[in-house]
């Protein structure tokens, strides 16, 4: 049964709602700002000297309970992909524009070592029409952990990147992701083994269609300069003089790329490294380690032109390697510079001008 009363549906009149007006003052002028927020945010308006401005009072409590609907979602402001007239600057196209060194844990396959977790920083960028004011930068986030669970590989890759291109409408994308590879290595002479780590790099790129598949590797390693150790050995046959030659810690970023269908594995780039050049900085040394080491650099004295070249010899000679740069920067024990030298093999890494940075990115931090 319903019970109708008169008494709740009336209007209240001006003079009952100026009382209640009266009391909720008083009221205010003495409460809490906990009682206020309460009872009703829009309240502490009615204190004696609450601001006279006609901006609402908000409330500063976090709304727990507060859920999104689609209506509101859809209600929301989004300046960075709204129209052309919000466009500020030159009415240009922007080649890269995304987000850079997200990281998550990321599963590899191996050559030698099964699967492996290792820490990843992945940067994702597409390119971005003249007319467009900007993009998503999420849903580069989004796509690339819809396959995050997956044991990577160029194909998962492109998986992302398909993705996310096609969210956000664009011609061309870019996905690089970096990395701390482990390898054991072996000592020269004295049974120890330890891990060595490379700084590698998965790149895919696509311009115009064409998408391509670039590795990055650092490999680190020592230089004997053979014009020092010439002039060491010298002193000693001509004068009896001990001398002993200049070598330093060397840093070469080999780039390449990855030819379609081919399987090249972060082992493989490691090995052709190798055998251009031996002298690779040790992991664990004991005193006939450092001997061996010291007869290994007597034995592949070695210019940053050498290097270079050497590095070169050992790419061109795999087939599965298209277009690649040398990057070598020997860091000088004798001069307060660098030597440096760059090598590169085909259009993907052709450039006229380089970063005025790049050799400064070759120190090898252990």
């Given amino acids: 049964m319903n019970v109708h009363t008169p008494e709740i549906d009336r209007k209240p009149s001006q003079e009952e709602a100026a009382e209640a007006l009266e009391l909720l003052r008083r009221w205010a002028s003495k409460a809490q700002d906990a009682e206020i927020e ?36 859809a209600g929301l402001p989004d300046l960075q992909n709204g ?13 890269h524009v995304g987000i850079s060194n997200f990281r998550l844990p990321i599963q590899y396959h191996t050559r030698d070592n099964g699967d492996l977790h290792l820490e990843t ?5 597409v390119s971005l029409e003249a007319d467009k004011k900007g993009i ?5 986030m989004r796509s690339f952990y819809a396959h995050a669970d997956k044991t990577f590989s160029f194909e998962v890759i492109e998986a992302a990147l398909d993705d996310y291109k096609s969210d956000l409408e664009s011609f061309d994308a870019r996905i690089n992701m970096r990395f701390s590879f482990p390898m054991k290595v072996d000592s020269l002479r004295s049974g120890l083994s330890g891990y060595q780590y490379y700084d590698i790099a998965l790149e895919l790129v696509e311009q115009d269609g064409v998408r391509r598949k670039v590795m990055h590797l650092d490999y680190v ?11 060491s050995e010298h002193a000693r046959r001509t004068r009896g003089q001990l001398a002993t030659p200049h070598s330093q810690r060397s ?29 690779e900085t040790q992991v664990m040394v004991k005193r ?17 032109e050498d290097a270079a070249r050497l590095f070169a010899e050992q790419l061109q000679a795999d087939a599965r390697v298209g277009d690649y ?10 001069h307060s510079h660098d030597a440096v030298s760059v090598l590169t093999e085909g259009d993907l890494f052709a450039a006229e001008s380089l970063d005025p940075k790049l050799f400064s990115t070759l120190f090898h931090v252990g």
């Fill in 38 to 73: 309460a009872l009703d945010p829009l309240v502490a308006r009615l204190a004696p000297d609450s601001a006279p401005d006609s901006y609402p009072a908000l409330s500063r409590a976090y709304p727990d309970n507060f859920s999104v609907d689609s209506d509101y979602k």
């Fill in 121 to 125: 920083s992945v940067t994702g960028t």
């Fill in 136 to 140: 998503n930068m999420s849903r580069i």
């Fill in 325 to 334: 740069r040398v990057v070598a920067s020997h860091q000088e024990s004798l």
């Fill in 288 to 304: 006939e380690d450092e001997q061996a080491f010291a007869e290994l650099n007597a034995a592949n004295p070695i210019f940053v």
């Fill in 221 to 231: 390693y020592s230089s004997t300069c053979p014009c020092s150790l010439e002039l």
């Fill in 251 to 279: 840093v070469a970023r080999i780039s390449v790329e990855v030819k379609e269908g081919e399987c090249l594995w972060f082992e493989d780039v490691v090995d052709m490294c190798r055998r251009a050049v031996p002298t």
């Fill in 83 to 95: 129209p052309s007239s919000l466009i500020r600057g030159a009415n240009r196209a922007i080649q």
